[in-house]
């Protein structure tokens, strides 16, 4: 017999993760993850500009000058940039666009002081 597909229950495609969830998964993601430019596999000339970047900072006691990481989804860039926190010894604070141009919209119309 063949039901109609109104009457058959559909399941959630995607499940929302509970924030000590996510959480958990972030810390594993972290046990992985490359902490040090020389354990990232592969872009050697841009580890070796970076590498210059940070030595040249730390002989002149400055800080690192800003860097801005693009490109799509996957190709390293928050491990580049976590990797470059740990050899300066710094903190590190990631964002996203669509997150900057949510905050920007909201304080525009308003919503935030």
Same mark, same amino acid.
């Given at each position: 017999?063949?039901?109609?597909?109104?009457?058959?229950?559909?399941?959630?495609?995607?499940?929302?993760?509970?924030?000590?969830?996510?959480?958990?998964?972030?810390?594993? +993601?972290?046990?992985?993850?490359?902490?040090?430019?020389? +354990?990232?596999?592969?872009?050697?000339? +841009?580890?070796?500009?970076?590498?210059?970047? *940070?030595?040249?900072?730390?002989?002149?006691?400055?800080?690192v000058?800003? *860097?801005?990481?693009?490109?799509?989804?996957?190709?390293?860039?928050?491990?580049?940039?976590?990797?470059?926190?740990?050899?300066?010894?710094?903190?590190?604070?990631?964002t996203?666009?669509?997150a900057?141009?949510?905050?920007?919209?909201?304080?525009?119309?308003?919503?935030?002081?």
């Amino acid at each position: 017999m063949i039901q109609s597909s109104s009457k058959l229950k559909k399941k959630p495609v995607v499940k929302k993760m509970t924030p000590k969830k996510e959480v958990d998964i972030l810390e594993q +993601e972290q046990k992985i993850r490359p902490s040090k430019l020389d +354990e990232i596999i592969g872009r050697e000339q +841009e580890k070796k500009t970076l590498k210059m970047m *940070i030595d040249s900072a730390k002989k002149r006691s400055e800080v690192v000058d800003h *860097i801005l990481f693009y490109g799509p989804p996957g190709l390293g860039k928050t491990t580049f940039a976590m990797a470059i926190a740990n050899e300066i010894g710094g903190g590190i604070r990631i964002t996203s666009g669509p997150a900057i141009v949510s905050f920007s919209l909201m304080k525009s119309i308003g919503y935030l002081e």
